[in-house]
């Protein structure tokens, strides 16, 4: 039975990823207040991680911790009547699906399970070939050995499984807001032609789908949340029109705003207008985000438009091996031995390759943490006296690697201040490539199983076409600043960065209505490729949201090969965003007085010398 129009289903994010915390689930449970808690595990490194598992073992190939997770809860789950969606099924649904029955079992527990698979394409490289696929980033043919390919199927299938009374729902790859709106579309029974709601309930996936992220995890004005410890893991109120309250269970840390909503909404997108998913194309320009009390925040205002006629697809290909040793370097001076260690090592490395008759490096990184090397020109702490050196080197022979850095011990014999710390040698594990393809969608047939059973489905198809994508916002209307006094970005902006691929996004909303005249003004593409240009390689593209006052930059190539691939210490630009909120701004002296501006002032006072008298 369809839930009524003034029916509000509670969903729970219990998961971020594989690895989040065992106190989540728990912590939703004691709440007593989800209909549905669903937990996310997988991320592209991950799925190729399953696939190595389930090779070495074919009862492997999901994620054993989520599923142990949910077996220690599942009297609960039963009693309280809460249904349970998940992706921990990596690349084995139905193995994950049997041992979580077996577990059940063990309990004494009674609960229908299904699963849902056809994400796969690894069996089927020989059909595929005939679309004369294409990368995405760069046009290469399909690749022929991958170590996993799987697409990202969306929420109509798991909506499926509810229906036919499952009340656990384990998948493969799907799109992380799908697990929050299959159920949505199960409650509510949201059609093709719902496109405004799909998008709606996909936004409540996406902030729900990183776990505290939206609680105030990651959040720019940290000290502002209370604790960490106890975070609170987020909870969205759902209508049926999709609109929903973002909130959090009482009595636990974290923080629920304005800010860490809508940082969350930024975090990992491309064009804010076009963020394609399976179910439906997103517009989130117009979204508007409104604080209802404490720790409860309104979101409503998404646009939805008919999904793409393809579907994303992500193979994962070992391209040799990398190594990467990390060694701490103390005294005066330390910043500049590790740069010279660094490049005194590659010059060994490239001698020990030529003396035994391997290939020369493929390609090598370093970089001097605490010497905020990761900066570029705009580093301030060149002179530390405490650092440590990163060294990521890739080459296609493993035992070449074994042998370089077998050299790295001989040199806490020459360096002043270096040590190990016990750490022992690394071991060279391979290097995993990702390659992205867009699949026609009618070469896929989830396949639905409930206790075992096939149950009849046939994914539907969508109507119309796809939106136009937006186009990147170059410039605005000049901002004229009269008396200018200069502040770092973070004075009137806060943001959130992450990766799509090789590529980055940092998005940056301004504190206030007031001030994103300007942020458009001098926050150009041009000024933030400038900033990181000892990073990037490609563009940089600018997207406007008025309804949140922000803006989302797409740093394109900007991540050195891409999260699983990058021999970088940060491969997914998670620091981008706290990086450029230090680029200068000229404001208004007149500002300084601001409400919204007054605070973060004083907090920065001393470092940013700004010596004006702040009015309270």
Avoid at 66 to 90: C, D, F, H, W, Y
Avoid at 423 to 439: A, C, E, N
Avoid at 511 to 539: E, Y
Avoid at 573 to 599: R, S
């Amino acid at each position: 039975m369809r839930r009524s129009e003034d029916s509000v289903v509670v969903l729970g994010g219990a998961s971020g990823a594989w690895g989040d915390s065992s106190f989540a689930l728990p912590q939703l449970l004691d709440s007593g207040r989800c209909d549905y808690i669903f937990l996310e595990a997988l991320a592209e490194i991950t799925m190729a991680i399953l696939t190595r598992a389930r090779q070495k073992n074919p009862a492997l190939g999901y994620a054993t911790d989520i599923i142990s997770m949910i077996s220690r809860e599942l009297p609960r789950i039963a009693k309280q009547g809460v249904r349970v969606v998940t992706n921990a099924g990596g690349v084995h649904p139905r193995a994950a699906a049997e041992a979580l029955q077996a577990m059940a079992a063990a309990a004494g527990v009674a609960i229908r399970i299904a699963w849902v698979e056809g994400d796969s394409l690894i069996d089927r490289l020989d059909e595929l070939s005939d679309l004369d696929l294409a990368e995405m980033s760069d046009g290469s043919p399909l690749v022929s050995n991958p170590v996993s390919f799987n697409a990202y199927l969306g929420a109509r299938p798991i909506a499926a499984a509810l229906d036919a009374g499952a009340e656990l729902v384990i998948t493969g790859r799907c799109v992380d807001s799908a697990l929050a709106l299959g159920p949505l579309v199960h409650e509510f029974g949201w059609g093709l032609e719902d496109l405004d709601a799909l998008s709606q309930g996909s936004l409540a996936g996406h902030l729900l789908e990183c776990g505290p992220q939206s609680t105030g995890g990651l959040l720019t004005d940290w000290q502002d949340v209370a604790s960490w410890h106890d975070i609170g893991y987020p909870i969205a109120e759902c209508r049926s029109d999709g609109s929903f309250v973002l909130t959090k269970a009482e009595g636990t840390g974290g923080l629920v705003d304005v800010r860490s909503a809508a940082e969350q909404l930024l975090y990992e997108i491309g064009d804010p207008g076009a963020y394609l998913l399976p179910d439906v194309t997103c517009d989130w320009r117009q979204v508007e985000l409104t604080q209802l009390g404490v720790d409860r925040v309104e979101v409503k205002g998404a646009i939805g438009r008919p999904p793409p006629a393809t579907l994303k697809a992500c193979a994962q290909v070992v391209d040799g091996f990398k190594i990467t040793a990390l060694v701490m370097i103390g005294g005066r001076g330390a910043a500049a031995k590790a740069s010279r260690l660094g490049s005194e090592f590659t010059k060994r490395a490239a001698r020990l390759l030529e003396r035994d008759g391997h290939p020369p490096l493929r390609n090598v990184d370093v970089e001097v943490l605490g010497a905020e090397s990761t900066y570029g020109p705009h580093a301030r702490t060149v002179h530390s006296r405490e650092v440590v050196i990163k060294i990521s080197i890739h080459h296609d022979e493993r035992s070449a690697l074994a042998a370089i850095v077998r050299e790295l011990g001989s040199f806490g014999m020459v360096v002043t201040g270096l040590t190990a710390g016990g750490r022992g040698l690394p071991k060279p594990t391979p290097l995993i490539q990702l390659r992205s393809y867009l699949v026609p969608r009618d070469r896929f047939a989830p396949m639905i199983y409930v206790d075992g059973e096939p149950i009849p489905y046939q994914e539907p198809n969508p109507l119309g076409s796809v939106a136009r994508p937006s186009d990147p916002v170059r410039r605005a209307e000049p901002y004229p600043v009269d008396d200018p006094v200069e502040l770092p970005l973070v004075a009137i902006a806060h943001a959130r960065s992450g990766d799509k691929g090789a590529d980055a996004n940092i998005g940056v909303r301004a504190r206030h209505p007031d001030f994103l005249p300007l942020l458009r003004d001098q926050l150009t593409s041009n000024a933030v490729a400038d900033w990181f240009a000892h990073r990037i390689r490609g563009r940089v593209e600018r997207y406007e949201l008025p309804g949140i006052d922000a803006l989302n930059f797409v740093l394109r190539d900007a991540l050195g090969g891409g999260g699983i691939s990058s021999l970088r210490f940060d491969p997914q630009g998670k620091a981008y965003a706290q990086q450029l909120l230090d680029e200068p701004m000229q404001i208004p002296k007149a500002w300084l007085a601001h409400e919204a501006l007054a605070a973060v002032v004083e907090v920065e006072a001393m470092r940013l010398r700004v010596l004006t008298t702040v009015s309270p």
